[in-house]
């Protein structure tokens, strides 16, 4: 994670099992904070140097090693986080934020203790004493942010209700939610959550989503329907069968995806843990050179100490540590909520690149849902009806939105569907199966083309429609023309697009006509029509070599191989699908308004690590040559208790900055 020092320490933004481990480390580090600050209370009141600074002495014989005592609590008390946390950084030879802050309370603490002992000097207790207080309350702090950061999480990991209605026969028992198994039904009340995935057996409702998807409005569902756990029912009753047990439904994937994208290190993330390891590297050399310098030039030993032990703590890389991981643990919990899933934390953060966005299909522009708005027999033996009803029958086992078009008119028109056999797809040019013992094939213009077959009549169709062809025993029978509407969404998200430079490009199988319209319509900067699927990793490629950062939204199942290729792969409507195993991020909704989203806070996400990064080095190089002593000679010298504190500060300022990413959801007004 953010740092080594943060493995053993439970320091990572992680769900359950972590999160108690994180709360324990929050409440250890408020308890020693406490006992401390009791403890340097009098210790301060006993130090010789406060009570010059008081005007009031009050000595007492042996109240040295009264101060010795305390200081030696405090030491191995309070400063025993930092000194475990210097062993286990010394062990994986990864030396960073503990081995500074360990070594200067070490090398100030003996040092005060050989003073006590005859060494001639004075001891810093005190400041030994505010240093550890104040290492500890930052670092309390810091941890609060940083489990403020994992929140989000948190909340994702609430949404799944605890208990669940079982139906079992006749009656109902409630049931611990994880012990559901898949084919179990389940009772959901109106109003409640929905305990796990599955699918509508009984009822209909609306449901919310929003907390899972970013979609703000209440969906229909009804009997057929799935839905996804965590959803919050309407006002209708539903049953739903189990798809499966709780550890694999879609919301334990989500925040098992969060999980791993926060671990995920992308660029910005190495670049700073560089940087860090490079800090740690010159604090500890500007440290022991800045005691040589002040020793050299004649001060005493506890001068030149307490400078060395400023400089080593004021260069703590720990606001350099927590700059990228506070962001990434923000950022990726935040869009798990609107529906942006991150598997890639790179892909993400490249997101602000992209100088041309390829929409595979029109499916992602456009509603997707095809409705028949033309049926035409070719000759009269076959009526409007019969055509339908076999190009139906065939349809019943295709997945394509066409299918379901025709499916639907069918099943409005109350046509009962014969059985197909033999049913196989024809790759992106239509299907064929055996429908009462004729052949039965409906395709795609393109596959007439291909085949050479003759239409009397023209056959393109009109712009907007898209039409597929019947043929029975190999002669054409006739056609239905579908039509299909954009989304009310798509020309608002190509614009915000427009405005951001970046060139939206459609890529669809479907014909020249529709493909022409669309992208028209849209207002977009081209379109390729009529690809075959094997053909669109190309066009990413051909797009590439013209050295744009290309981005494509596509379906995760069958554009895999463009995904992959495209710099940033996002794979959209593929809720159900998280696992796109090829797309850096996935798009719970197909809502293109989504996609704007995405670029526009990557881009936001980035500012923010850059800022933080830029504060966490710049902070460094003005308070290193204070705490050095550089301006001594006009007064201005930094104690090692005002190191910390400015330490802390930074670190504080880094989370804070990081707690104000959001999305906001205005659609397009962003950050």
């Not at 005691?291 to 703590?313: K, N, P, Y």
């Not at 597929?468 to 056609?479: K, M, S």
């Not at 526009?600 to 040559?625: E, H, S």
Request: charged share 20%.
């Amino acid at each position: 994670m953010e740092h080594q020092h943060h493995d053993h320490k439970g320091h990572t933004p992680m769900a359950h099992s972590g999160h108690d481990h994180h709360a324990m480390m929050i409440d250890d580090l408020r308890r020693r904070f406490w006992v401390v600050l009791v403890l340097t209370i009098p210790l301060m009141l006993l130090a010789p140097m406060i009570q010059h600074w008081l005007g009031w002495t009050f000595r007492f014989s042996g109240d040295s090693y009264v101060l010795m005592a305390m200081a030696s609590i405090i030491f191995f008390y309070g400063g025993w986080p930092f000194l475990t946390g210097w062993k286990d950084e010394m062990i994986a030879r990864n030396p960073g934020m503990m081995t500074l802050v360990g070594f200067a309370i070490t090398v100030a603490y003996v040092y005060s203790v050989a003073t006590v002992f005859g060494l001639k000097g004075m001891d810093f207790f005190w400041e030994l004493a505010t240093l550890i207080l104040i290492m500890l309350l930052g670092h309390w702090v810091e941890m609060r942010s940083v489990a403020g950061a994992s929140k989000e999480l948190e909340l994702l990991v609430r949404l799944m209700p605890d208990e669940a209605h079982l139906v079992h026969g006749a009656h109902v028992m409630d049931v611990k939610t994880e012990t559901l198994k898949e084919h179990d039904v389940i009772l959901i009340k109106p109003g409640e959550k929905i305990a796990a995935d599955g699918k509508i057996v009984d009822g209909e409702s609306y449901l919310n989503e929003s907390l899972l998807t970013g979609e703000s409005r209440p969906v229909e569902k009804k009997k057929g329907d799935k839905v996804i756990a965590g959803a919050i029912n309407g006002n209708g009753a539903l049953r739903v069968e189990v798809s499966h047990g709780a550890k694999d439904s879609y919301l334990s994937q989500v925040i098992r995806l969060v999980e791993d994208a926060q671990k995920n290190r992308s660029k910005t993330q190495l670049l700073a843990d560089k940087a860090a390891r490079w800090l740690t590297l010159i604090a500890i050399a500007a440290g022991i050179a800045t005691f040589l310098v002040w020793r050299l030039s004649g001060r005493d030993l506890a001068f030149s100490m307490e400078r060395m032990v400023t400089v080593i703590v004021i260069c703590c890389p720990h606001a350099l540590g927590l700059a990228v991981p506070l962001v990434v643990a923000r950022s990726t919990a935040l869009s798990a909520k609107n529906g942006l899933l991150i598997r890639n934390r790179t892909a993400f953060e490249n997101s602000r690149k992209i100088t041309t966005l390829v929409f595979d299909k029109t499916g992602t522009l456009t509603v997707g849902k095809f409705e028949v708005s033309g049926i035409v027999a070719l000759n009269k033996a076959m009526g409007e009806k019969e055509l339908l009803r076999l190009a139906a029958a065939l349809e019943q086992n295709s997945e394509h939105p066409i299918a379901t078009g025709i499916l639907e008119k069918a099943t409005a028109m109350g046509l009962s569907l014969p059985k197909a056999d033999g049913f196989k797809a024809l790759t992106g040019q239509g299907v064929e199966a055996v429908v009462e013992s004729r052949n039965v094939r409906v395709v795609s213009p393109g596959y007439l083309k291909t085949h050479q077959i003759q239409l009397s009549s023209d056959i393109a169709g009109t712009a907007d429609e898209t039409r597929v062809f019947i043929l029975i025993d190999h002669q054409p029978a006739g056609y239905i023309t579908l039509a299909d509407q954009v989304r009310p969404e798509s020309a608002e998200a190509i614009r915000t697009l427009h405005e951001t430079d970046i060139r939206c490009i459609l890529l669809t199988g479907d014909n020249r006509q529709v493909a022409e319209k669309v992208s028209k319509d849209l207002g977009m900067d081209g379109y390729f029509a009529e690809v075959l699927p094997h053909e669109k990793q190309e066009k990413i490629r051909e797009l590439q070599q013209k050295g744009e950062f290309v981005a494509m939204t596509g379906d995760g199942v069958n554009d895999a191989p463009a995904l992959a290729q495209a710099d940033v792969g996002i794979a959209v409507g593929s809720g159900s699908d998280i696992a796109a195993e090829t797309a850096g991020i996935v798009l719970v909704n197909s809502n293109p308004a989504d996609i704007v989203k995405l670029v526009l806070f990557g881009k936001a996400t980035y500012r923010k690590m850059i800022q933080n990064l830029v504060w966490a080095t710049g902070y460094n190089i003005v308070a290193l040559p204070l705490a050095a002593g550089v301006l001594y000679k006009a007064g201005i010298l930094l104690s090692p208790a005002a190191g910390a504190v400015l330490m802390s500060v930074s670190t504080v300022v880094v989370a804070i900055n990081a707690g104000l990413l959001k999305i906001k959801n205005s659609d397009t007004k962003y950050l």
